[in-house]
């Protein structure tokens, strides 16, 4: 049976750890048991249960302080993730071989993790080989999407993950609860890529003409292959939340395996009665 994973993704504050700790309260109400790791070497404060903490492993604090290692928050935080990836054996005993386990991994928000360093897609491939289905789930605060080019280096840094971790991926627009009804109109064409090379900026903040064209060739290359595409993500309506759910359940199916059972035992028997009748024939 396989297990399934959630690495949860994206820059720093956009709501991540939130994200984990809704998603669990909102998965017991269904009635599905979801667990939490933390990956973030640097985190303080949870308000979700977990079942590892990579704090046990490392912390930022302890690489800062040492005296030989001087690395400042950033630096020391790539150090901490470089050694937990030369210690994946920890992760493995921590996890268990438990069947059928759903796992959401609350990841740093140090953005240089997802686009060009290793570890991330080095977890994805031992977590691959301890039979984890694996869904990217890649944050982005809808605070900062209402203009369109801040919107495109969003769209850039989801791509460039969904690029260098070769999983499905789906992309969440978060705190959709803090917008105003005009904001969230506005916001609607971020979340339908169809639109996104009609995308034009209303704000005076573009006033160069090539950024704007630069934005809009941008825009339209994004929409002619459809390639990313955002979730509103509202913790305060479960339907919302119930929505992105779905989506990951499709991309690492979830549930699928259950629902093969049924045909299974079906169609088992009937190739034993093909046999007899086949057999009956012989004998006559
Ligand atoms: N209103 C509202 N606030 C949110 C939501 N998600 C996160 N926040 C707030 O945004 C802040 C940052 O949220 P976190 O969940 O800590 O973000 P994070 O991505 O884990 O941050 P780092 O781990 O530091 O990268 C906190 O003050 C949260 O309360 C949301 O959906 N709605
Ligand atoms: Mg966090």
Redesign the pocket.
Known sequence: MPRYAQL?M?????????????MVQHCEALNRSVQVVNL?P??E?FDYPFMADIRELIEVDDVMEDDYLRFGPNGGLVFCMEYFANHFDWLEDSLGHVEDDYILF?????IELYTHLPVMKQLVEQLQKLEFRVCGVF?V?SQFMVESFKFISGVLAALSTMVSLEVPQVNIM?????LSKKAKKEIEKYLDPDMYSMMDDSTDVLKSQRFQKLTQAICGLIDDYSMVRFLP????DEESMNIVLQHIDFAIQYGEDLEFKEPKDFEEEKPSGFDEFFQDQVDE
């Open positions: 949860v994206g820059p720093a504050g956009s709501g991540k750890s939130t994200y984990c700790s809704t973030d640097a985190a404060h609350d990841c740093p928000g140090q944050l605060d978060t705190k959709m609860d803090l993500y509202d913790r305060s």
